[in-house]
């Protein structure tokens, strides 16, 4: 195992973190000096922010520890390529490098629909190494949306049979049903004067 795989298992531990809480697992480590210095993974939804990606997680926590906001001489490896938004943070951290388990084709920023962290108009570049692990990290990407397309369409199928069955519940039973009329203005022949 090399170097870079060992630390990008630690990631996709972080990866696995966030997808035990429903979120989508990415995750990630910041390594200066061979020692992992910060970890992040997904809590968007946990945290209610944009902002709390795993990168971001990672480079606050980072930050923290070295006491400083740039991060030359780190590396952080992450189980999927960043975001626009993580890319950009990356380059202003002025971090060294970033190792990448797996590709965004939708979304990524490192390569995929544009390339931030080696863009020449910013006064720092990020290296990057690609595909360090790169089936187990989409694996753990693949997995989390089987599982949950499943939990969503047997949550519907739920949903559906709950409707079904309070509807019925609303439905008078046979033999059960009201008089056609209920209203005590209509004469009874019983209680009619004219009938003595």
């Known amino acids: 195992m090399t170097i870079d795989e060992k630390f990008m298992k630690k990631a ?9 809480l429903g979120e989508i697992p990415i995750g990630c480590v910041i390594v200066c000096d061979g020692k992992v210095i910060a970890r992040g993974f997904n809590q968007r939804l946990h945290k209610h922010s944009t902002l709390a990606h795993a990168e971001l997680e990672a480079i606050d926590r980072a930050s923290r ?30 971090i060294d490098r970033v190792v990448i388990g797996t590709m965004n084709p939708k979304a990524g920023c490192a390569g995929s629909l544009l390339n931030i962290l080696q863009m020449p108009q910013f006064n720092h570049q990020v290296e990057i190494t690609y595909g360090v692990c790169e089936q187990e990290c989409s694996a753990v990407l693949t997995d989390f949306f089987a599982d949950l397309r499943v939990r969503v369409k047997e949550e519907k199928a739920a949903r559906k049979a ?35």
């Open 65 to 94: 520890k070295l006491g400083d906001w740039r991060l030359e001489g780190c590396t952080m490896y992450v189980t999927l390529e960043p975001c626009q938004m993580c890319s950009g943070a990356l380059v202003q951290s002025r």
């Open 12 to 20: 996709i531990h972080q990866a696995r973190r966030a997808a035990a």
């Open 162 to 196: 709950a409707e079904t069955s309070s509807l019925v519940r609303m439905r008078p039973e046979a033999g059960t049903e009201p008089p056609a009329s209920a209203d005590p203005s209509e004469k009874n022949p019983q209680n009619s004067e004219e009938n003595p």
